[in-house]
């Protein structure tokens, strides 16, 4: 049982950037997704979060606008579209999986973590 997060790089302020979360062994389908951040030194923290069904969709405040997160439960992928990147945004991106069907900012909420993908962004 594993997620597999991948679509990060080196980009330049401006511009966008898709991660994807795949998840093997485990449908994720009844269960709510995350994406956390954690810049270097830092504390990891949340970004974006979407319950089972993909209806109910929260971001912190320093990505509204600019993130969005989606999933596919057919494809038991989750994504993270990050528009207008900024230099703030470099950080190792992790995805979860909840432990219920909606979930939101706190990391106990979530049981299953990937190994992070590494989004840089150049001013």
């Known amino acids: 049982v594993q997620l597999q997060a991948s679509g990060g790089g080196l980009v330049q302020a401006g511009d966008s950037l898709t991660l994807s979360c795949v998840a093997s062994g485990r449908s994720i389908s009844n269960y709510g997704m995350g994406w956390f951040r954690q810049a270097p030194g830092k504390e990891r923290t949340p970004v974006a979060s979407?319950?089972?069904?993909?209806?109910?969709?929260y971001y912190v405040d320093s990505v509204k606008g600019r993130f969005t997160i989606s999933r596919d439960n057919v494809k038991n992928t989750v994504y993270l579209q990050m528009n207008s990147l900024k230099p703030e945004d470099t950080a190792v991106y992790y995805c979860?999986?909840?432990?219920?069907?909606?979930?939101?900012?706190?990391?106990?909420?979530?049981?299953?973590w990937g190994q992070g993908t590494q989004v840089t962004v150049s001013s």
């Open positions: 979860a999986n909840g432990r219920s069907r909606r979930t939101r900012f706190r990391t106990n909420e979530y049981d299953l």
């Open positions: 979407i319950d089972w069904s993909g209806e109910f969709r």
